[in-house]
């Protein structure tokens, strides 16, 4: 059974700093097309950033430069780091993964995992 669980969500003034994590398991980690979303009450969940296994990352316009994803394989861990936020950048971010092809972050259907979210709040 794959289980996601993220961590590292909380509040933060506009320019700070948050670090995200998911740990997974259950799950061929070597394999993956994984990705984080978010989502803010009364939208659709939007994709942030996603990476396949070849370490290629895709991200939104809106993070560019601003957002890094990582994955430490050991560890079975995937990261985001984001720095520069924005409170526009307030939501629920989830991670999530998929061994279907092609991997983008174009739609939330495109995955089968998720994880529980952790809620981001920036405060201006």
């Known amino acids: 059974q794959v289980q996601m669980v993220e961590s590292g969500g909380g509040s933060v003034q506009a320019g700070g700093s948050l670090r995200l994590s998911c740990a997974v398991s259950?799950?061929?980690?070597?394999?993956?097309?994984m990705g984080w979303f978010r989502q803010v009450s009364g939208k659709e969940r939007e994709g942030v950033v996603g990476i396949d296994w070849d370490g290629i990352t895709t991200y939104a316009d809106s993070m560019k430069g601003r957002f890094t994803i990582s994955q430490d394989n050991a560890k079975n861990t995937l990261y985001l780091q984001m720095t520069s936020l924005k409170p526009e950048d307030t939501g629920m971010y989830y991670c999530?993964?998929?061994?279907?092809?092609?991997?983008?972050?174009?739609?939330?259907?495109?995955?089968?995992?998720w994880g529980q979210g952790t809620q981001v709040t920036v405060s201006s």
């Open positions: 259950g799950y061929t980690y070597s394999s993956t097309c």
């Open positions: 999530a993964a998929t061994y279907r092809l092609p991997c983008g972050i174009g739609s939330s259907a495109d995955f089968d995992y």
